[in-house]
């Protein structure tokens, strides 16, 4: 997929820019979303749907993580946590200042996907990206069809943006939102299951329809084989992968999938892409 | 050497290792093979019986074998290792450390009397010390009246001195991690430099960062140190690593008494046990 | 231009007084202790007077590339807490004369000048010593054993892509060097010593590699259809997982990128990393996509072969031979080279031994 960035040749682009958190949201018990401005009140950069950004707690570390939505001035991110730099993330509170550098690699192929009833299919913090394409189609309603939207949660409790899964998003046009939890709960009464099942018991149709994925690797690798059973192409499965990053810029080496960086070429790739690639993600 | 030639050692290797992969316990044989020059051998793991033919036995057969025995803690299978005496006492090493269970090795033992590489000079164990089978007839061990001598010496330097040297050798470690890597000793699941979060090591391969590196791990194998000289073989920067754990090693005899590691009756590292009658001059 | 053997410290100090020459020589490491021995190691240093230039015999066991790559390099200084602060730290405007590199290492700085310098981005501080250095080149005149370049398309005798390229005059027993300039920054270069010129001289160019290796021509892109091969089990078995083959590698340039804190301040800084290292892929939950020795030794031998020249069109292997010369199990990546070309791409199973390939 075509890379299309905004153009940092007269800046460094590992040097990131000062920028400060001005609002914290607990998702659920190990996600949170941070908005983020720069000090000016601004919106650090513009990102297309998809794109990453490089997020640094200065003197801690720095890590690459999706973005999740924007506005006119900020730009937003949800961040498990998962070891112990996000853990250090969790502590932060608003107002606290970070470095941000990006937006980094391709984006979801927006062009692509115009036109056609779009499937968005999320598990766990892996509704993270597919959420910021999920906001384009409903601010671009009239660019694409009939939107679905599968999201798996571990219990109740983890169902991350729960006001757009449970309430905004249902009320979207034309629109359906399929929830589902691994395990079940008392304050839960809607599906219970697994994602890979859960498609193949609602059964789209893979006529005019396109497929945005993404989740933890065994939902994504499940998940595919479900919607091929169901007759989706390769070509129209299009997930987002995650490898440890470090420079956001295709050079320091180690997120290579054969000769594709996935900070660069990448993260979103179709699976007939990621079929050319050696199996090693 | 004592009986046997070169070339009936290398042949008593090969049937030996042909009959640990035949009993079909063992996965595979380590041990070594040529390369495309003459004075150089590598290490080699043998799986079949046609690959135990390539297993050779000269003076350049130099590579310690008993660390690959790490390469998988949870093996399916043995695994053969071709041992001399200071990979014997590698072995013992490992399971004295507990990372190694006996009875997934398969121990070919071969009596050696030493190859092309500095460190066979002062070898006091050119017998296996543990082994399922033996090749060859064991020989009289040497003491090595000059173990310690380099340290000696080096002990005689004002701490300047010391220093100065000191820091050009670590000025010119690329923290390449191969002295670790070929220690039998340096054998924890996971080195405290990989747990790159921690912020106890630093990745940059500068003076100081290197010097943490260096005296951290001098420590931690100064009292498990079976003096087989990897570390310094394979330094690729020609750094005298083995100054550091002789260093060590010269201390803890002086302090403690008689001292030497990977034997098969190995105690308790030195200094990870205690004892009441331990000197106690520097409380 | 001719200069004679005689004039080449005259020479580099005419250069060093407008820029900082880099050239092979020898640092000792005196051992002041009784029977202690003093260590050579051959090294670029800086020039200094009268020091001794050692062009001849063995490359340098660390590559150049850290003058263009250091092994640190710091990227911004910052201040944590309130009131923050990011600043970057630009690279030093000096003029460097990198004197004396051999050809092999001078193909890898124009794989390197690609990675930092091309496909979307580039990297400011690469580029910033980039510009300020001046490469001399030297035709290798006793290549080593491990010495493969001329295999790998490189000709041990010249290097198209310095700036001034040197050799053993014809005739001169080694005594005079025959200097041409292939760029304009090369011109300037021997503008400045051209009082030492002893007139015109043949260049001798007839060194040859004693390695000659039989590679496919299109080892890439086999290799392209041999990630799954059994090879890979066989090959990396010996593998002890340390960083030396990419470390003394002229063209690895894989960087981590690292905190360093004084209290409520600290310098972000890169730093060569190595692909066989544990941690280089380990993601934060501790997944690892190359969890051992066998997934990460292939894909270097894999970038170094194959993904280079898939993404920028020419293999990263020069041939230099300095892991094969320093490999502490003894590795090989000529052997690989010869093996891979051999080896049936389709093959269930794989074996060194003779006669035996299924």
Redesign the interface.
Known sequence: MA?D?EC??NK???????CKVIAVKQETPDIQTYTIQTLDGKKPFSPLPGQLAMI?L??????MFSITAQGEDYIQSAIKR?????EEFHQMQPGQ???VRGPYGNHFPIDDLKGHDILFIGGGVGIAPVRSMIRYAFEHREDFGHIDILYGARSSNDICFKEDCLEDWPKQPDTNVYITTDVPSDDWDGHVGFVPSYIEEVGFKPEGKKVVLCGP?IMIKLGSASLLKLGFAKEDIITTL???M??G????????I??KFVC?DGPVFTLSELDEL???? | MAGLTEAQVQDRIREEAKKALATGEVSAVVGWTSTRFEDKTKPYFAETEAECDLLVWNKYCINGTGKFALDDRYPEKKIAIIARGCDSRALNRMLRDKQLKRENLYIIGVVCDGKENAVCEGCQHKNPLTYDVLIGEPVEEQIDADRFKEIEAFEKLSPDERYEYWAKQYDKCIHCYACRNACPACNCVECYADQYRTGWQGKAADREQNQVYGLTRAYHVGDRCIECGECERVCPMNLPIMRQTKKMLKDINDLFGDYECGLPDDAMPILGSYKLEDPDEFM | MKLAKKDLNKALEILSAGAIVFAPTFEMIEDKSEGGQTMAEKKFMPYKEGMFIALDGPNTVKPPKDILFPNVEKMYRYKTGVNAEIQEIIPEDTKKILFGIRPCDMRSIDSMDKVFLTKEYVDSYYAKRRENVVTVAFGCTEPERTCFCDSMGIDPNNAPSADVMMNVAKGSNGDAFILEAYTDKGKELLEQIKSLDGGAGEAQRDTKCQLQINKDPELDKKLAGMFEHPIWDKITKGCIGCGTCTFVCPTCYCFDIDNENYGAEGCKYRCWDSCMFSDYTRMAGGANPRPTKKERLRNRYMHKLSYFNERYGETLCVGCGRCVANCPSHLDISEFIEKATAADPNAETYTDAPGKEA
């Open positions: 890379v960035h940092s040749c460094n682009p590992l040097v990131p820019s000062l640094s200065l003197g801690v570390g720095e890590a998962t070891g112990m730099l996000t200042e970070i470095g690797p995650e490898l440890r470090k420079c810029i295709g050079k320091c080496g180690r997120c290579n054969g000769s660069l050696p199996d090693e993600k």
